[in-house]
T-cell receptor
């Protein structure tokens, strides 16, 4: 099956700085890559996603890039704010047969933004 | 609009007792449904997923089981809980469109289970 690796496991930045979280995947058939944000005690929330026919997607202060050749994708958060502090999970989905829709998650990155 | 419900929100159970957690989705039909477990400070572990009524795929062979008695209902059960079953249980779903499954997956509010 698919294997998703996520780095770093923890990330601390100063308010206003940028944060970058990187993920790699193993199966070239993966074609959907979402990112989730999970605040303490809450459910994971989908914040942005990208499909394999797109190289970059941006939504205000967050952006995701995808390099299909290298099989890696990244989350970029600019002008970080204390409320960005949370655990972020990347995931990949393989569009094939009975596993359609199943997500393979990275282990998560604890982002802390210091005021 | 679509909504996902889970209950109970919190649960404290003794070791060896049975478990039943319920998840229902409103506003959609024939969704894919998932059960995840998250241990404290850890990642998301997929336990079961279902692409339709009565169709369950298991990811981890444990003392847990899942059932889908109705299209939008997904139940997680155990006959005898272990201490290691403690965690945050999350139900999730994919909507399906006319051309097949849509990839976005949404999580329910979760059930926090403590086994004592």
């Amino acid at each position: 099956g698919e294997n998703v690796e996520q780095h770093p496991s923890t990330l601390s930045v100063q308010e206003g700085d940028s944060a970058v979280i990187k993920c790699t995947y193993s199966d070239s058939a993966s074609n959907y890559f979402p990112w989730y944000k999970q605040e303490l005690g809450k459910r994971p929330q989908l914040i942005i996603d990208i499909r394999s026919n797109v190289g970059e997607k941006k939504d205000q202060r967050i952006a995701v890039t995808l390099n299909k050749t290298a099989k890696h994708f990244s989350l970029h958060i600019t002008e970080t704010q204390p409320e960005d502090s949370a655990v972020y999970f990347c995931a990949a989905s393989i569009n094939r047969g009975s596993t359609l829709g199943r997500l393979y998650f990275g282990r998560g990155t604890q982002l802390t933004v210091w005021p | 609009s679509q909504t996902i419900h889970q209950w109970p929100a919190t649960l404290v159970q003794p070791v060896g007792s049975p478990l039943s957690l319920e998840c229902t989705v409103e506003g959609t039909s024939n969704p894919n449904l998932y059960w995840y477990r998250q241990a404290a400070g850890r990642g998301l572990q997929l336990l079961f997923y279902s692409v339709g009524i009565g169709q369950i795929s298991s990811e981890v062979p444990q003392n847990l089981s899942a059932s889908r008695p109705q299209d939008r209902q997904f139940i997680l059960s155990s006959k005898k809980l272990l201490l290691s079953d403690s965690g945050f249980y999350l139900c999730a779903w994919n909507p399906k469109g006319p051309s097949g499954t849509i990839y976005e997956q949404y999580f329910g509010p979760g059930t926090r289970l403590t086994v004592t």
